[in-house]
T-cell receptor, first 112, second 116 residues
Framework: GDSVTQMEGPVTLSEEAFLTINCTYTATGYPSLFWYVQYPGEGLQLLLKATKADDKGSNKGFEATYRKETTSFHLEKGSVQVSDSAVYFCALKLDSSYKLIFGSGTRLLVRP | SQTIHQWPATLVQPVGSPLSLECTVEGTSNPNLYWYRQAAGRGLQLLFYSVGIGQISSEVPQNLSASRPQDRQFILSSKKLLLSDSGFYLC???????????????FGPGTRLTVL
């Protein structure tokens, strides 16, 4: 079935380090792909999205490129800040479905 | 603009007691509504979703039920809580076929439930 796989955390980085959080997916069709961020004690917020192959989603310095050939949507940021500490969820949605399918989440901890 | 409310924000309940969590959406009509549970340190589990008033789909068999008495209201309930019902409950909504055809899902602030 359709699924999303994320790298396990926690990911611990120093401030200004480069971030990559891996996400791969399995889908029977052509999904839209999303990254959500969850700050401590809060709900999820949409961080960025991409709807078709080779699209690049970007927001707040984060980027992810929809790679159909590798079925991946890795999240990257060139220089992380302490305020980026949160849990990051990768998700997919097929047009034919009412549901989003989420990965298990990756916790990011950025140290000063 | 669209907003989504959940209450209460936190709740501590004894085992065997009933539960009612409420979610309301403003600024939109006929949304698809969702209930998720997030256990401590874990990912999201979809519990229920609703495409319209009185229409509920259950994703997993469990001790919980959901109802949608109005277009913008989604309620999560239980007659008798279990310890395993503890978690962070998130309500979400989506409008299919929105701008540029991207079906984004928006989340409420969540309710943290502790069953003792």
């Amino acid at each position: 079935g359709d699924s999303v796989t994320q790298m396990e955390g926690p990911v611990t980085l120093s401030e200004e380090a480069f971030l990559t959080i891996n996400c791969t997916y399995t889908a029977t069709g052509y999904p839209s792909l999303f990254w959500y961020v969850q700050y401590p004690g809060e709900g999820l917020q949409l961080l960025l999205k991409a709807t078709k192959a080779d699209d690049k989603g970007s927001n707040k310095g984060f980027e992810a490129t929809y790679r159909k050939e590798t079925t991946s949507f890795h999240l990257e940021k060139g220089s992380v800040q302490v305020s980026d500490s949160a849990v990051y969820f990768c998700a997919l949605k097929l047009d034919s479905s009412y549901k989003l399918i989420f990965g298990s989440g990756t916790r990011l901890l950025v140290r000063p | 603009s669209q907003t989504i409310h959940q209450w209460p924000a936190t709740l501590v309940q004894p085992v065997g007691s009933p539960l009612s969590l409420e979610c309301t959406v403003e600024g939109t009509s006929n949304p698809n509504l969702y209930w998720y549970r997030q256990a401590a340190g874990r990912g999201l589990q979809l519990l229920f979703y609703s495409v319209g008033i009185g229409q509920i789909s259950s994703e997993v068999p469990q001790n919980l039920s959901a109802s949608r008495p109005q277009d913008r209201q989604f309620i999560l309930s239980s007659k008798k809580l279990l310890l395993s019902d503890s978690g962070f409950y998130l309500c979400a909504w989506i409008i299919l076929g929105g701008l540029a055809g991207v079906n984004e899902q928006f989340f409420g602030p969540g309710t943290r439930l502790t069953v003792l």
